[in-house]
């Protein structure tokens, strides 16, 4: 069946450090892919998504570019804040749209200062 | 923005007996809203798609029996945890689906998420 298997956290940062966060997946068909963050305390927001094979997802400095050939879409973001420590979570949809959403188990940052 | 906003964000239960979460749409009308769960080191799951007016349509292997799902309104759904036991303790969230107009996308807003033990 269709998987999102990411990277285990937690992640300790300094700030202005680079982030990756590992995120590969399973799937049938021609999945989009997302990623999403929750702040602490509140819901999941969106972050970015990409829905084609080497588009790529951008938002508040992260990226992610949808790799087919590797199955991956790793979030990247070149210099972390603290206020960017939250619980991400990488996610795809077989059905083109954000609906059934199929998530990783979430990978939560902490950005010390 | 919109928002959705779930209640409560946590509750402890004891065993055998029911609890029920809201997941509300704060400024727009859902006719469609979304149950996960989580549990320990797990990923969300879908549990179910709740539709306004009708029965809601759940994943395999999620006794609808069990979760009762309610979305008797355009704002509101509800998730009711029949005769709760220690192992439904986890973390539940709901999403809520804001129609698109004209060319724009549908959009996927997500709740707070409610924690539940049941002791």
């Known amino acids: 069946g269709d998987s999102v298997t990411q990277m285990e956290g937690p992640v300790t940062l300094s700030e202005e450090a680079f982030l990756t966060i590992n995120c590969t997946y399973t799937?049938?068909?021609?999945?989009?892919l997302f990623w999403y963050v929750q702040y602490p305390g509140e819901g999941l927001q969106l972050l970015l998504k990409?829905?084609?094979?080497?588009d790529k997802g951008s938002n508040k400095g992260f990226e992610a570019t949808y790799r087919k050939e590797t199955t991956s879409f790793h979030l990247e973001k070149g210099s972390v804040q603290v206020s960017d420590s939250a619980v991400y979570f990488c996610?795809?949809?077989?059905?083109?749209?954000?609906?059934?959403?199929?998530f990783g188990k979430g990978t939560k940052l902490t950005v010390n200062p | 923005g919109a928002v959705v906003s779930q209640h409560p964000s946590r509750v402890i239960c004891k065993s055998g007996t029911s609890v029920k979460i809201e997941c509300r749409s704060l400024?727009?009308?859902?006719?469609?809203m979304f149950w996960y769960r989580q549990f320990p080191k797990q990923s969300l799951m879908l549990m179910a798609t709740?539709?306004?007016?009708?029965?809601?349509?759940?994943e395999q292997g999620v006794e609808k029996d069990k979760f009762l799902i309610n979305h008797a309104s355009l704002t509101l759904s509800t998730l009711t945890v029949t005769s709760a036991h220690p192992e439904d303790s986890s973390f539940y969230i709901c999403?809520?689906?804001?129609?698109?107009?004209?060319?724009?996308?549908?959009?996927?807003?997500f709740g707070e998420g409610s924690w539940l033990t049941v002791v």
């Open positions: 400024d727009f009308q859902a006719t469609t």
């Open positions: 799937a049938t068909g021609y999945p989009s």
């Open positions: 709740s539709n306004e007016g009708s029965k809601a349509t759940y």
């Open positions: 990409a829905t084609k094979a080497d």
């Open positions: 996610a795809l949809s077989v059905q083109g749209g954000s609906e059934k959403l199929v």
């Open positions: 999403s809520a689906r804001q129609l698109g107009t004209g060319v724009s996308q549908d959009t996927i807003y």
